[in-house]
């Protein structure tokens, strides 16, 4: 599977933005799919996952209030809706697709799509 994120884009805090990740292929529903991010100098962290059918979600903790992820499987997409953006949200956002069930661990991944730039101004 080959995904395409897009959405990014420079906002204000308190801002909200929707990420989009497209997939191809005709197996789509098959692959869990998580968004990490990477700010500058740091390490690429989770920010949240989705199961295959859509039906279970999770998020690391300081986002969970913040941000929604969803799945449409008949369009091949997964969004990431994010709102009261701060400036620590600042980062490249990758999402990242697994035959296995979602996961918080970037290792679970096997493809990665090739990033969109979020940059929140204070």
């Known amino acids: 599977v080959q995904l395409q994120a897009s959405g990014g884009g420079l906002v204000q805090a308190g801002d909200s933005l929707r990420l989009s990740c497209a997939a191809s292929?005709?197996?789509?529903?098959?692959?869990?799919v998580g968004w990490f991010r990477q700010a500058p100098g740091k390490e690429r962290r989770f920010v949240a996952a989705?199961?295959?059918?859509?039906?279970?979600?999770y998020y690391a903790d300081s986002e969970k209030d913040r941000f929604t992820i969803t799945r449409d499987n008949a369009k091949n997409t997964v969004s990431l809706q994010m709102d009261s953006l701060k400036p620590e949200d600042t980062a490249v956002y990758y999402c990242?697709?697994?035959?296995?069930?979602?996961?918080?661990?970037?290792?679970?991944?096997?493809?990665w799509g090739q990033g969109t730039l979020v940059t929140v101004s204070s």
């Open positions: 292929g005709r197996t789509f529903s098959t692959y869990a």
């Open positions: 990242a697709a697994t035959k296995g069930i979602a996961s918080m661990d970037s290792y679970e991944y096997d493809y």
């Open positions: 989705i199961s295959m059918s859509g039906g279970s979600t």
